[in-house]
């Protein structure tokens, strides 16, 4: 596909055409400050679908800055996009293991399939990381290794209680069996 453009090269491809005309347009301040405007909202539209405050992330941020492990254990056992869930401000259980520097929960994301080193950022276009390296108290590449430390720990434990769920299904099926059959 070609096109021409007064005052322009021949375009080569739709691609090529669009990148001239997004530069030719972003010489006029007002054309700027527009998609700039336009960007940010769209950021923030698609931000807001899927970030929400709800229980489960309460119960996770509480966890979290309390250090019980136990709870953890249980809210990423029942939710499988519990790791990966945003609170309203963007931010999730990664930006709370690092604020609150708990190995334990950093562990837990990598063994649930999270990425706590992710660019992704939250509302103040922040990683969760830089919870920690904006913190003059927290030493990220420790607090990193101690949690690389405990991931095989957790991930046998995560396994272990897995196995332990799936016999207890399996006992309760046969007790359904027993007692459809004493009728």
């Not at 005052?7 to 080569?12: E, F, L, S, V």
């Not at 972003?26 to 923030?44: E, G, K, Y």
């Not at 396994?159 to 046969?174: I, L, S, V």
Request: net charge negative; with cysteine.
């Amino acid at each position: 596909m070609k096109a021409f453009f007064i005052g322009a090269p021949i375009c080569q491809g739709a691609a090529h055409c669009f990148l001239y005309l997004l530069s030719a347009i972003c010489q006029f301040p007002m054309f700027r400050i527009a998609i700039a405007v336009c960007a940010s909202l769209a950021r923030h539209s698609l931000a807001d679908e899927s970030w929400q405050d709800t229980p489960i992330l309460t119960s996770l941020w509480q966890a979290t800055s309390s250090k019980d492990n136990d709870a953890i254990d249980r809210l990423l056992d029942s939710s499988e996009s519990a790791v990966s869930s945003r609170s309203g401000d963007g931010r999730g259980l990664a930006w709370w293991a690092w604020e609150f520097q708990n190995e334990y929960v950093l562990a837990s994301i990598m063994v649930n399939g999270g990425d706590i080193l992710s660019e992704d950022e939250d509302e103040a276009g922040k990683p969760a990381y830089r919870m920690c390296s904006d913190n003059s108290d927290c030493d990220k590449e420790s607090l990193l290794q101690k949690a690389k430390g405990l991931a095989e720990d957790v991930k046998k434990a995560k396994e272990q209680r897995a196995a332990e769920r799936e016999k207890e299904d399996f006992d309760d099926e046969d007790e359904e069996e027993l007692g459809d059959d004493e009728f």
